[in-house]
């Protein structure tokens, strides 16, 4: 197997207020946040890799620098020459985050409209790792051409992992979302979801029910994630459920479920233990919420 951890999505700009008009610059994204803990998890011998499309702009040229800084491979990003960045705003009213956000014409709209790259770029990988944001900010066109690109890939031996992360809002239409995260969940090896995204969109019962609707559409394995509550996990022939330690001193959940991912998937891919792997997830994820931010530096490898 390759040891290339592919993750593919959209990084943006993040305008984090540091006082009365005044803001500073990051970079944040859901597959990026999975990118960037699954560097810190994955043995050195692995490479971590993020495809996107980006501008040809200095800014964009700075969140290159910032993926390269921090060890994950930019080398297959496409720099478009009519586009920049996607940006977001974060807004504090009485101690409430809210956020406004400019995406709607980002590069990362184009990452799979040259299907030939595409495919290039995903025949490299051992594991590929997408979101249900990664789907929702493509044509309709170039989503089929995605997950046609993710069978190819899949069929020659790569690995495919998924979280849902359910956002109607970047959706045309409810429907379409739920028709679409169903047909990609049902092209991958891991799908992760969220029970509160789950239950809010799906309308499942509980996380057993929205565990047995991924298996049903095709799913190899699914874990749901469902914050302090049991994580369940399952496959075809198996079921189980884990209880994450509590939490008491949660200073920001911010990246709870994209650290979870990335903290299973390193640990699945070393050890191939699934239950060893839903620990792991549960610690890091548990780690990084008793700190304020999406990216956590300080933390030592569970
Ligand atoms: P998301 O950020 O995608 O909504 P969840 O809230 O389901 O994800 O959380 C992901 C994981 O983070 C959980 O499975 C759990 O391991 C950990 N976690 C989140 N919130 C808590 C909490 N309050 N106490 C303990 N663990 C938590």
Redesign the pocket.
């Known amino acids: 197997m390759s040891k290339t951890f592919l993750a593919i999505g959209e990084c943006m700009v993040e305008m984090a207020p540091t006082g009365e008009g005044t803001f500073s610059m990051g970079f944040a994204g859901d597959t990026l946040n999975t990118a960037w803990y699954a560097r810190k998890h994955l043995p050195a011998d692995w490479n971590v890799s993020y495809f996107t499309a980006v501008g040809q702009d200095q800014v964009s040229d700075q969140m290159l620098e910032f993926l390269n800084r921090s060890n994950i491979d930019t080398g297959s990003v496409r720099k478009l020459e009519d586009r920049t960045v996607g940006l977001y705003m974060i807004q504090l009213k009485d101690g409430e985050r809210s956020f406004a956000y400019w995406r709607s014409q980002s590069a990362a709209r184009q990452l799979a409209s040259d299907t030939v790259h595409l495919e290039m770029v995903m025949s490299g990988a051992g594991l590929i790792y997408f979101s249900g944001i990664t789907l929702a900010i493509l044509p309709a066109d170039d989503r089929k051409a995605f997950l046609q690109a993710l069978r190819t890939a899949r069929s020659a031996g790569a690995k495919t992992a998924f979280d849902p992360n359910l956002r109607p809002r970047l959706w045309e239409d409810a429907d379409t979302m739920r028709a679409c995260v169903t047909e990609a969940a049902g092209l991958c090896d891991f799908v992760m979801p969220?029970?509160?995204?789950e239950l809010a969109h799906f309308g499942d019962a509980n996380a057993q029910v929205s565990a047995d609707r991924y298996l049903a559409a095709g799913a190899a394995t699914v874990v749901v994630?469902?914050?302090?509550e049991e994580?369940v996990f399952a496959t075809k022939s198996e079921r189980h459920a884990f209880q994450?330690?509590?939490?008491r001193n949660?200073v920001d959940?911010t990246?709870?479920?994209?650290s979870?991912n990335a903290a299973f998937l390193a640990e699945f891919l070393t050890s191939g233990d699934l239950p060893a792997s839903v620990d792991a997830?549960?610690r890091l994820?548990?780690n990084v919420?008793q700190h304020r931010g999406a990216l956590v530096d300080s933390l030592e490898p569970a």
């Open positions: 969220s029970f509160e995204d994630k469902n914050g302090p994580v994450p330690d509590p939490v949660i959940t990246a709870a479920g994209d979870y997830g549960a994820a548990g919420i």
